[in-house]
């Protein structure tokens, strides 16, 4: 597949920008991305604690599985990619820009996260240390009262990414007193056409299901209202290997999702499996491989 | 039709501004404003559900139908431009630099709609993309307890446009618990000479109707308000095409507005009729059409 | 009179910064201030109406007016005067550079009328354009919980306009919920005193009144208490001439007042009676008139 | 006495600072400093009304006994004293950076006092205008719910003031809601800490009294946590000059303090006998003169 | 122990940011953090009044002990710094950017405390005064409605003193109406992770506590979360030199803390005991002292 190529990567970068976007997404115009930007998001709930083994608790765990298997981008904080960077250097990285945790409920107060370091930061650090950052990332909560702060912050650093050569992906979600269902369909197509305003080349959105159940129909809404901007599906919670890959095949295949981003599906598991639930999401994702072609990646077959 | 050409173009740009504006107003000094900004503005409403084509929901379809149609500019946001434009280098573009969405409603937060990107990166992406733009646009909502940091960011990028040869839109709407009436008169007017206030080549407002119907003596009202500054009257819902002709002939004719900003009455049909549609609009507009004229040429005939 | 060369002018300005003081006082040290700013501060109010010759609707009026009459300077906002400055290259502009709607009482949320444009901008702009702009001015609303952000503009502003060799007017109005009556001389003279504290050349206040007669020893309270600054009397609403001239004459005679900022008791009129006026008001506030030879020249006699 | 200096004062600026604290000190290592920016923080009460003779309402009385008394530095706004200081250019001026009108009470909305001008305005201003401009004074306002940005604004002020071979001079007041008594000792000396955290030179406190009478016990408790921060004592309220000198000769010698910062005192007097207090003042501070001694410069003996 | 390099410590800074480290942790990886900021965040409550020596109350009492005792870094605000640092030359200092009062209660209203410096006035500092700064150091209150805006600060000191060679040390804690126990293993292991995330060198953190009593396990959940960004212990209220230095012992040696952070248990003490009880937490943190060792160093055997 051929990217395309977005209006705002000026000349000099216009190759950067395809071989990156070729990079991250192995040529398929899909992107796998292992979402490791928790320890602020969610503190440690989702590293330390019953079902998940105890090396997860070690953030080196998820350098690790990064390092080891076969993923489109590493997602997380600039600080944890210097902390770690030296000796992964190996790994595709994305900056995840900003996050906030998740000590305020949404209820109680309208979120804001906001953005902690700026682009020219991330191309500077990109230049010194020779790493293979391929683009940034940025969550926008539409619907709260700081949305306005947020939606300039991502339409910057989307302008910015591509001004030098790198793609940026966006998390929008709707939040706040006044949102009703987050998994509704109409307004999640919603979010996706902000994304596709604010020129992402990926947006990360909440699936929308029925009764627990994927609406197909539903991603057909979201997935065209985002253009060319690829939509990925959220990861979610820990689930079996089967019932996940069973609806990641779906999401794309059925629904026109262009990829995922997974975090507790794959760090919550032993290193090994961990590393084999990567390379069979990423062989659904990136290389069209069946449910049960995965399935047998993830059993080590 | 001369333009008043604004003191604040500087001499080296005065050549660019004049024939930009001609260009846009078909030299008729009127504005057929194709405004594609709703993605943010109302989420995915207005381009799925009933009554509305299902190409609608593909961003792209608003690209299609600005490439063929005969339009004044195309009104959208940066991101949108830079993801289609190369394929649609021939559409005269306005870069819409601040929107919201509709979540929040405006009696429980009075609105912010903030600027996404500077007048600064619209003409360095003009320079780098060789893409015709040939203006910004930006929205005030009057009456928000934010009103003070959207009138700044609106002088400025009114003031930075002329200081580079480019022409200004200004939406602007009193919203806010403070506000009775949005289609009264005397405040329609008030709104348009905010915009002379603030040297709006053109400003996009609501429309004064009494009982349902256009109020032409308070449209007169207003548009003599604004001053050299030309008003552009919303589209606002879908209507019939010759209910939507009819009245946009007496806002010209009869009203003294000096063109319109319409999305859904052209967006919101198949690509054909929405091509003939804009036409229809264009000629009534641009070219002094009659009512007659512009419903032959929606028509097809 | 000599006027009291601010030390913040710097050398290279001082001959500029006498010239344009001599130019707007007339040579007198009194300002007669044509106000031309109520577009946005009383939205359509002060311009279309019972009582309001209709011609006053169009912002035109306003620049014939000024261009016509006797005038220290006219005082309105940037854009306008970009948008009619061509046409009217000969008038004494003194640019307003914040400006706020009447939607919102005072009561129900304390005002911020923020700052539209720098003083360097405006610089440029004369320099680009040859304009005669002699100043730049802004309003404080002292006692709103955003007093210090207009405190702070306020004082950048004047320190500005300074260094440049132009001049700088304050409005300083006490607002809000905490300010009981606007019209007490004590409290005009803080706010006179505010003015000179932030170095204003002229600064514009309320007057005081007791039982709605003019208040000459309160009035000598605040224009002692505004030390070298010059005050100006806010010319209010609609009067009679004979009634305005009067008490125009003894603001300045009997309570040192240092001009006027008219803009109503002006502009509310038809064109040559709007001039006549003008002129009756310039002649008392800045050729020393008598009060009867003020309304001869209103008179046209 | 030999001044500390800072360590943050740059090589260059070494001898210009040493100068400089050694001539607002009278080389006493205490500041005797004339506060005059009450124009802002009480507008006019402290000007005019009963008991103050009718001069001190023309802000030129404030220069002209800053002119002709012993003082160490005169404290107002920059505003004021670029209006006055070219006739009155060899008093020292300290250029208070911020100020705030008392229109609002403390229990009803936290203060926030902010920056008007930056050190670089001062220094350039100090180098246009040849004047004697030895430092640079800042409020702080502990309590309030703007106390950080107070913070912050203080810290970069005694910073630039040190680069630039300037001398620094904070008030610290603790307001608020929270704030149980402004003349605990506890509390002053807590804001005295935080002064020597911030680097001042000088910190103007509240005094420390039991029932009235001086806390001797706790004022050294305050000026010992002031550390090399020298404490200067609030004047407040005009009193008898007896019991001021009296007062200010325990706050020193017994107390630990290195100097005042007096206003009412000083000038709600006439020209001669304010002249002659501030003159004893400055005795008492600066010369180690005796009570008696400093009434009977009062006295004019 | 070999530090780990951070990535973003470009290659001309690799010497000198080992070096530093080195130099801080006494060649161990772990540090002994003395610190005297409570100046400001505790007012006058540490340094005066029961049980606290009269010495205590002059802050030089801070920087004659931080000069005569082992330390690893002296951690304080910078205008202290510049106050005594030309008398103690010899320390190494470390800088707090941030600090508050503790005036508003964490219940009333949600804390900020702002950056008041930037790291590159550090450098300049650093360069001019020839001062053995070894890093900075900044406060994040997560659960603040404030807390993106010092996620912010944090990530942007982090990253900037990388960039310059120096360490970052971060102090988090959790506070606001929504965090129940700050005492919490699980909230705190999140705060450790939030530090790794932001790239701090150090993270100071609360103690887990199971009744009062050591939670030994929670610290190595903590230790663990916190990778490679070393956690230091908080010191908290003055105890007896056994409990505090058995409980340091066991930090180290049972929990995986890289040091601590001490205040009030070294200054709370007279000279000559402060800087053995200094030595003492210096020869466990640093030298793999025992506890009876410690002991002895404290008892001056």
Not at 66 to 74: K, M, T
Not at 83 to 100: G, M, S
Not at 153 to 165: D, F, K, L, S
Not at 268 to 279: G, I, Y
Request: proline content about 4%; aromatic content about 10%; hydrophobic content about 40%.
């Amino acid at each position: 597949m051929t990217p395309y190529l977005p209006a705002d990567v000026p000349a000099e970068y216009e190759k950067t920008f395809m071989d990156t976007f070729m990079e991250a997404t192995g040529g398929s115009g899909r992107l796998m991305l292992f979402a490791g930007d928790q320890k602020v998001e969610h503190l440690n709930n989702d590293f330390f604690g019953e079902g998940i083994p105890l090396e997860d608790n070690d953030p080196e765990h998820l350098f690790k599985v990064a390092s080891a298997a076969d993923i489109g981008v590493f997602a997380t904080q600039f600080g944890l990619i210097a902390r770690y960077a030296r000796d992964y250097n190996t790994i595709p990285y994305l900056v995840k820009l900003n996050a906030k945790t998740n000590l305020i409920p949404y209820e109680a107060k309208d979120p804001y996260s906001q953005q902690w370091l700026e682009v020219s930061d991330v191309v500077r650090f990109k230049a010194q240390s020779g790493l293979k950052i391929l683009g940034v990332g940025y969550t926008v909560y539409l619907g709260s009262e700081h949305e306005h702060a947020m939606l300039r912050e991502a339409a910057r650093i989307v302008h910015e990414a591509h001004q030098n050569g790198m793609i940026a992906v966006l998390w929008i979600y709707p939040k706040g007193n006044f949102v009703k269902d987050q998994h509704d369909r109409h307004l999640i197509a919603g979010a996706a056409g902000v994304g596709a305003a604010l020129g992402a080349d990926f947006v990360k959105l909440k699936v929308p299901y029925i009764g627990g159940e994927l609406d197909v129909d539903g991603l057909n809404e979201v997935t065209t209202a985002a253009g060319r901007s690829g939509v990925l599906c959220e990861g979610g919670n820990k689930t079996t290997p089967e019932a996940f890959l069973l609806e990641l095949h779906r999401q794309i295949h059925e629904g026109g999702s262009r990829g995922n981003g997974t975090g507790r599906n794959i760090h919550q598991r032993p290193f090994e499996e961990a590393v084999r639930m990567a390379n069979a999401i990423y062989a659904v994702t990136v290389k069209n491989a069946s449910v049960e072609e995965a399935l047998r990646i993830y059993s080590g077959e």
